[in-house]
């Protein structure tokens, strides 16, 4: 039971984490003030390419270092959780506690995920 709850815990945290990413990204270049054209067409190819780029290489280097299966569904899920806050900053282009308090909390899962990753990679080298 606890194993399926740390897997489902893991699943919902790729499109939070790249929800918040995307979201306080375009919330720091300001976005709001572009063209109608820029957000409807640049700030969306951009963010499937940046979450393309961030979960492939965050899968990547799960799979090289840590010897963890390479999972598409998980890139989906980034990109799927990318292009919401996407969307989220284009209805609601000020929501600070996302853009700030949501990726400070997401920053933290991250790091503590590499320090993990890091004591795992230690364990298995002893």
């Not at 897997?7 to 790729?14: D, E, M, S, V």
């Not at 940046?50 to 799960?62: K, R």
Request: with cysteine.
């Amino acid at each position: 039971m606890k194993q399926t709850l740390i897997k489902t815990a893991r699943n919902a945290f790729h499109p939070i984490k790249l929800f918040c990413f995307i979201y306080s990204l375009w919330y720091a270049c300001n976005a709001i003030e572009y063209t109608t054209n820029s957000k409807i067409f640049g700030l969306s190819i951009g963010t499937i390419i940046i979450a393309l780029i961030y979960s492939g290489l965050w899968e990547t280097l799960q799979n090289t270092l840590l010897g963890a299966k390479f999972d598409y569904m998980d890139i989906l899920r980034s990109v799927i959780g990318g292009f919401i806050g996407y969307l989220t900053y284009l209805k609601f282009p000020n929501l600070p506690i996302i853009a700030i308090w949501g990726s400070l909390a997401c920053l933290l899962v991250v790091i503590y995920s590499i320090y993990n990753g890091i004591k795992l990679m230690i364990a298995r080298n002893k």
